[in-house]
């Protein structure tokens, strides 16, 4: 896996040698431990979206650039429009279904709402999957918020709220 915007882990999309092929995947997400069989070629995204029905992960530019399709893969923010499911073989997946009912998830609520920070809500779960990796690190004095998110684009530019929200849940 490579690193890409906002220290997204990203990794190779098309894979010619694993066409056609059908594989076996068990790994946990959101908590409950599955076993699928999936095609080699299938996108982390396809998975959750289309076959887990998780549909708070968005699918948008499906090039590693907007972020909406953000999930966490062992903790770390990854875009799903550009990984392998069968990557995630072996590994704990939360979407932001996953977040819901954390505490995380209602001191976020607050916040993004008291500062007005969500609009369409579309970039939302994504932006808060990114804040609660970074959340679940040691956050140091120059944590840099604006670079943390630089890989989750906000359609309605609604930024400047969104960093007040952010840096509030962070600091
Ligand atoms: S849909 Fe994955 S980064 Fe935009
Ligand atoms: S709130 Fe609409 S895309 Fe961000």
Redesign the pocket.
């Known amino acids: 896996m490579n690193t890409g915007p906002g220290g997204h882990v990203s990794s190779t999309r098309s894979n010619e040698q694993a066409e056609d092929l059908t594989v076996e995947l068990r790994s946990t997400i959101n908590g409950t431990a599955i076993a699928v069989e999936i095609s080699a070629n299938d996108l982390l995204v396809d998975l959750v979206r289309d076959e887990l029905g998780l549909t708070g992960t968005k699918r948008s530019c499906e090039v590693e650039v907007c972020g909406v399709c953000t999930v966490l893969v062992d903790g770390n923010p990854v875009s799903s429009c550009m990984l392998l499911a069968s990557e995630v073989d072996g590994s704990n997946v939360v979407t932001i279904e996953g977040l819901r009912g954390t505490e995380f998830f209602r001191t976020a609520e607050e916040v993004f709402t008291r500062h007005a920070a969500?609009?369409?809500?579309?970039?939302?779960p994504g932006i808060l999957l990114t804040l609660k990796a970074v959340a679940d690190r040691e956050v140091s004095d120059n944590l840099d918020i604006k670079k943390e998110l630089s890989g989750n684009l906000?359609?309605?530019t609604?930024y400047q709220a969104l960093l007040a929200a952010a840096t509030e849940l962070l600091t």
């Open positions: 969500v609009q369409c809500g579309f970039c939302t906000c359609r309605c609604g």
